[in-house]
């Protein structure tokens, strides 16, 4: 297991990679999805926690994260355990019971008053611990019942993960590591609800899905940091409260000077 001191050491400190000190893209990929292409979706898996040739080789392609100060980037002498496959995380943590993709669309008129008052009380019950904006508790959110089975995954996902550790460069020589920074922190959300197929840069989720805000998800990305809002709350690197605070957020952030991209029907 590669602990993220080591991460860091080889994402910020190698002479080689001069380009590191966040997590976007230094190109990005240019033009948007139109709606005949489908958005890159599907999971593959990857390989137990990667190898430093790996990590090396993921790290090449980020640039400074401007944010990175306020995401606590973890000490050395902090050790954290790897996460699961992001596809393990969201079927293993999906609400019971939960309507089908289906039931949902045929339902949504319906349930849109419901939606509503669910999500102002799930609102009303965050409160941010000190230091930051994170969540209390034990850093995840409730999985909404009211919203599609995919949706729910990302939800899923994100919980999984929710107070890892933040390393630059962490989660993109595989979807499976013991530190996020934050674009790996929202490829992983993504894919345990199989929106992505692999691991992004912040730039490489500019052209992510097709442009404009979601219904239920909203990616917030640019060349050096990416967040998103899933069922209306922020989930983020920067703003925590501490090293190990929950990347859910409280309040709101600004939006200014981001590519806003959203998967198709979500």
């Known amino acids: 297991m590669i602990g993220p001191a080591k991460a860091r050491a080889l994402c910020c400190g190698l002479a080689a990679c001069a380009v590191l000190a966040g997590c976007g893209s230094s190109s990005g990929r240019s033009g948007a999805t139109t709606g005949k292409s489908s958005p890159r979706g599907g999971i593959a898996a990857g390989p137990a926690v990667g190898t430093p040739a790996d990590k090396h080789a993921a790290a090449a392609h980020l640039v400074a994260d401007p944010k990175e100060a306020s995401s606590f980037p973890?000490?050395?002498?902090?050790?954290?355990?790897?996460?699961?496959?992001?596809?393990?995380?969201?079927?293993?943590?999906?609400?019971?019971?939960?309507?089908s993709d289906a039931e949902v669309k045929a339902?949504?008129?319906q349930m849109q008053a419901v939606e509503k008052s669910a999500k102002q009380a799930r609102h009303a019950r965050l409160t941010p611990v000190p230091g930051g904006q994170s969540i209390g508790g034990n850093g995840t959110i409730p999985i909404p019942t009211e919203v599609p089975e995919v949706v729910q995954k990302v939800v899923a996902g994100a919980n999984e993960i929710a107070n890892f550790p933040y390393v630059f460069g962490g989660g993109h020589a595989s979807?499976?590591?013991?530190?996020?920074?934050?674009?790996?922190?929202?490829?992983?959300?993504?894919?345990?609800?199989?929106?992505?197929?692999?691991?992004?840069?912040?730039?490489?989720?500019?052209?992510?899905?097709?442009?404009?805000?979601?219904?239920?998800?909203?990616?917030?990305?640019?060349?050096?940091?990416?967040?998103?809002?899933?069922?209306?709350?922020?989930?983020?690197?920067?703003?925590?409260?501490?090293?190990?605070?929950?990347?859910?957020?409280?309040?709101?952030?600004?939006?200014?000077?981001?590519?806003?991209?959203?998967?198709p029907g979500l």
């Open 74 to 99: 973890a000490p050395a002498s902090t050790h954290h355990a790897a996460a699961a496959a992001p596809a393990k995380a969201g079927d293993a943590l999906v609400a019971a019971g939960a309507p």
């Open 175 to 263: 979807f499976i590591d013991n530190a996020y920074d934050c674009s790996g922190s929202v490829s992983y959300a993504l894919a345990a609800g199989g929106l992505l197929s692999a691991p992004e840069t912040s730039g490489e989720l500019e052209s992510w899905g097709v442009p404009g805000p979601g219904r239920y998800i909203t990616v917030y990305a640019n060349a050096g940091h990416t967040y998103m809002y899933v069922d209306g709350i922020l989930f983020d690197t920067a703003g925590r409260s501490g090293v190990y605070a929950s990347r859910w957020l409280v309040t709101p952030t600004d939006n200014t000077g981001f590519v806003v991209r959203h998967y």
């Open 107 to 109: 339902e949504l008129q």
